[in-house]
């Protein structure tokens, strides 16, 4: 037996992490956002975020500005209140070892440790505030946290990329601000090319090659000299579920016609057979041609 969040138990947690990054927004988080950036199915979402209600983690509003809030700062909520809100009570109601025998009824041989070991897990889950785990993951985001043993440790390469656009800075703009209705074929596309590339490099048949299955695309960050829209996929195929790409469409204008679309960020190649295939210089290869392809089909998007 290992410890793993239940479906419902992943999706609330994922869910939380969103209303945690959005805490200091200034309208609620909806549900189609929220759907988008955590993977959360759009027919399950609402029960998810009535989890969070329900235990008193999230509140909602309704009407045309309506969506859903964190009750408190992300510093004031611990993993252990989210986990349970989806999980229910991590303390079991009865014997870990059943109703038998029945002259074990008070208690049994493993009870102690069994309880020994639940506290410890409560322990360490209340111990972990929701703004620790948001500042995980921004660190995630960024490449630059790391856990040795985790599924997303293995060999990432930086990528930067740019590619002009022959269109005014504001259109492309207000394009990429619609970008969650149009970007995500243009992300399979590419990613659908770098396999391909994969093939021809790495060893046997496609089996193993993967398909996008999530696409988040953060809200647009202006600045002085160039505007930043945050950009992450991940896929799956047969080694598992891992990141593909994390990192930040950057968007300045060239002149009053041009515009410069760039990405900085870091590639993952997938686990497995494939990503093992590949030595540094295979690895940065695949990267390029990702990263370039992504861009292309973005200009072409945002020039017709």
Not at 38 to 65: C, E, H, K, Y
Not at 182 to 195: D, K, M, Q, R, Y
Not at 223 to 233: G, K, Q, Y
């Amino acid at each position: 037996m290992r410890l793993k969040l239940s479906k419902r138990g992943d999706y609330v947690v994922r869910s939380a992490i969103a209303l945690a990054h959005s805490y200091d927004a200034p309208s609620p988080k909806k549900l189609r956002q929220i759907s988008l950036e955590m993977g959360v199915p759009r027919t399950f979402v609402s029960q998810i975020l009535g989890d969070l209600v329900q235990a008193g983690i999230a509140t909602s509003f309704f009407g045309a500005n309506g969506g859903y809030r964190l009750t408190r700062s992300p510093g004031e909520i611990t993993l252990l209140e989210i986990v349970e809100a989806g999980e229910g009570p991590l303390e079991p109601d009865t014997c870990v070892l059943g109703d038998e025998p029945c002259h074990w009824e008070s208690v049994c041989p493993v009870h102690e440790t069994w309880a020994s070991a639940t506290g410890a897990l409560r322990a360490e889950l209340s111990g972990t505030s929701l703004a620790t785990l948001v500042e995980r993951d921004r660190l995630i985001a960024a490449g630059d946290y790391h856990v040795i043993g985790h599924r997303r440790g293995g060999a990432s390469v930086e990528v930067t990329d740019a590619i002009q656009v022959e269109r005014p800075l504001e259109g492309v703009l207000a394009h990429l601000a619609r970008a969650e209705e149009w970007l995500a074929p243009h992300v399979a596309a590419a990613g659908e090319e770098s396999e391909e590339l994969l093939v021809k490099v790495g060893p046997g048949a496609p089996g193993w090659l993967a398909k996008t299955v999530r696409v988040h695309l953060g809200e647009l960050q202006r600045a002085p000299s160039s505007t930043v829209i945050p950009l992450a996929w991940e896929a799956t195929g047969s080694s598992g579920f891992f990141p593909r790409l994390d990192g930040q469409l950057r968007v300045r204008a060239l002149d009053e016609q041009r515009t410069e679309v760039g990405f900085v960020g870091h590639y993952q190649p997938p686990l497995g057979r494939a990503g093992a295939a590949l030595d540094d210089v295979l690895l940065a290869r695949v990267a390029r041609a990702t990263i370039r392809s992504l861009l292309r089909r973005i200009a072409r998007a945002l020039e017709d």
